[in-house]
């Protein structure tokens, strides 16, 4: 085990994000217009709160994804680097009469993940709030800390402070984790990332991240067909984690039965090397066994950290 990886599991590390996009949103309809762009409720969300959302296009495919934060005049719309022009221009084709203005904050504004258990121990050490419910968020200075998950949090600063930020963050113990180590916990929690695991082929219920819809929210730009989905019952294939009995990764889009390999990276904690892969839902079940490469494969349950 490398010192980061081990510290995701067991302690707190942290991770350069620099490159995430960072859209702030701001105008008095900026809450009615982005309502009607993504699949989660924007209009019921509060200062300080926030949620995971799809963006999608006509025909229900996901353009993009972002953690979307709620503050006092704005909202702040935090994607993955490949993404982050592409929704900015989405968002701004429909600015039409609207009282809405985006900024793109991404060069001025760095991220750094703080991740592990003790994670948010260490940044209340530092006097950081470390916010308790899923997506809430507080200031801290001219920064903002943000909980994303269970383990992770998100530190939102000027990129001038980056710096100072990463010497404090490792004076109190955390420590830098590879984009290596954070792909094996990321497979190891089952948390796919668009771009590798979910593209625009994807339709929503196909990546089984439904806290990222609102299905009683009204109309949205592709709500048409996510409920037409809902209303049949199924998808014809699935984005499922596998268990491969090997310790060498299978490259992205290698064959497995009915589908195919997108992210996998070798587990030290399990032995194992763990994977992203979309398949025909008949085999997508937990517990289904399946061949990549010759190796036999398990499908996991979509989530949730395994031991």
């Known amino acids: 085990m490398t010192p980061g990886y081990r510290a995701l599991r067991e302690s ?7 490159g995430r ?32 959302t799809f963006f999608l296009d006509a025909q229900g495919h996901i353009l993009g994804d972002a953690n979307l934060f709620a503050g006092a005049d704005y909202h702040l719309l935090d994607t993955e680097p490949e993404t982050s022009a ?4 989405h968002l701004d084709r429909y600015i039409i009469a609207d009282d809405v203005t985006l900024e793109d904050r991404t ?4 991220t750094l993940a703080v991740e592990g258990p003790t994670a948010a121990g260490l940044l209340e050490s530092l006097g950081a709030p470390a916010p308790v419910l899923p997506f809430s968020h507080a ?4 920064r903002t800390v943000a909980r994303i998950g269970p383990e992770r949090l998100f530190v939102f600063a ?31 929690q089952g948390r796919p990332r668009y771009g590798d695991d979910i593209t625009e082929a994807n339709l929503p219920q196909e990546t089984q991240m439904l806290h990222a819809v609102h299905f009683n929210k009204g109309c949205y730009l592709g709500q048409e067909i996510v409920e037409r989905i809902r209303s049949r019952g199924h998808v014809n294939r699935l984005l499922v984690r596998l268990s491969i009995g090997s310790a060498q990764p299978p490259a992205p889009g290698t064959k497995v039965d009915s589908g195919v390999i997108h992210s996998a990276a070798f587990s030290p904690a399990l032995g194992r090397v763990l994977a992203f892969a979309c398949l025909r839902a008949e085999q997508a079940r937990p517990g289904n066994k399946v061949l990549v490469e010759g190796r036999e494969a398990e499908v996991l349950p979509p989530s949730g950290a395994l031991p």
Not at 86 to 89: A, I, N, P, Q, Y
Request: with cysteine; hydrophobic share 45%; charged share 20%.
């Open 21 to 52: 996009g960072k859209i702030v949103v701001r105008g008095q309809d900026r809450a009615r217009l982005l309502h009607a762009m993504v699949t989660n409720h924007v209009e019921q969300l509060t200062p300080g709160s926030g949620c995971y």
């Open 107 to 110: 060069a001025s504004f760095t």
């Open 12 to 18: 707190a590390a942290w991770i350069d994000l620099a």
């Open 139 to 142: 200031p801290w200075g001219a």
């Open 158 to 188: 000027p990129e001038g402070e980056r710096g100072s930020i990463v010497a404090a963050l490792e004076s109190a113990g955390a420590v830098a984790a590879t984009s290596g180590d954070a792909l094996a916990v990321r497979l190891e």
């Open 86 to 89: 592409k929704l900015r221009d």
